[in-house]
């Protein structure tokens, strides 16, 4: 992780995240390096070749979406509050004003598709090859990349993402995410 497990305090506690880190994003790490032990033939690609071109294994599509889901989440947040000031400028801040309108407008959508996510999975911040950005949700470890699109930002629905401090109120948990979000990362991921 790029801070320490209390970096993203009062919003994102300590526990949850050793937690969420070392042992559920440490046992996908663990299940993909054992299972690519036995195919080497699968060693030397990146975790993207390897979900979008063997997805139809499901030990791969579960593992290795598991690995970079939570890449994705955990670098998707930064040390102290997010500022909306640094990093959502620029072709970011002109790219999300042209596609939802505002960034409450984005706020607003990536809330509801978060809150709705029915189970296990993540709401997406992402960009068509055209460079229009949607929002949208994945099951499990499912990941965008199969749909063509380039992941700009995530949120972790699971529940054990969230449920130490905010037990059921997974709302809650949303508008605190908010809160921690590296939007130098999202601008450098858009491009």
């Given at each position: 992780m790029p801070y320490p497990y209390n970096g993203l305090e009062p919003f994102i506690d300590e526990r949850t995240m050793r937690i969420h880190h070392d042992k559920h994003y440490g046992t996908y790490v663990d299940n993909l390096n054992k299972y690519l032990e036995t195919k080497p033939e699968l060693q030397e690609l990146t975790l993207e070749e390897l979900l979008t071109k063997h997805v139809a294994?499901?030990?791969?599509?579960?593992?290795?979406?598991?690995?970079?889901?939570?890449?994705?989440?955990?670098?998707?947040?930064?040390?102290?509050?997010?500022?909306?000031?640094?990093?959502?400028?620029?072709?970011?801040?002109?790219t999300?004003?042209?596609?939802?309108?505002?960034?409450?407008?984005?706020?607003?959508?990536?809330?509801?598709?978060?809150?709705?996510?029915?189970?296990?999975?993540?709401?997406?911040?992402?960009?068509?090859?055209?460079?229009?950005?949607?929002?949208?949700?994945?099951?499990?470890?499912?990941?965008?990349?199969?749909?063509?699109?380039?992941?700009?930002?995530?949120?972790?629905?699971?529940?054990?993402?969230?449920y130490l401090k905010h037990q059921n109120m997974r709302a809650e948990y949303i508008d605190a995410f908010w809160n921690v979000i590296n939007w130098v990362r999202v601008s450098e991921r858009l491009g």
């Open positions: 294994d499901t030990e791969i599509r579960h593992n290795a979406g598991g690995v970079y889901n939570h890449q994705n989440y955990f670098g998707g947040m930064r040390l102290g509050t997010s500022q909306i000031a640094i990093g959502l400028s620029g072709k970011l801040l002109q999300i004003t042209r596609d939802f309108g505002s960034i409450q407008g984005l706020k607003e959508q990536f809330f509801k598709s978060a809150s709705e996510v029915f189970g296990s999975g993540y709401a997406w911040l992402c960009a068509f090859s055209n460079g229009r950005l949607c929002v949208i949700t994945t099951a499990n470890q499912d990941t965008p990349l199969v749909l063509g699109l380039k992941p700009l930002l995530c949120i972790d629905v699971w529940e054990h993402a969230y």
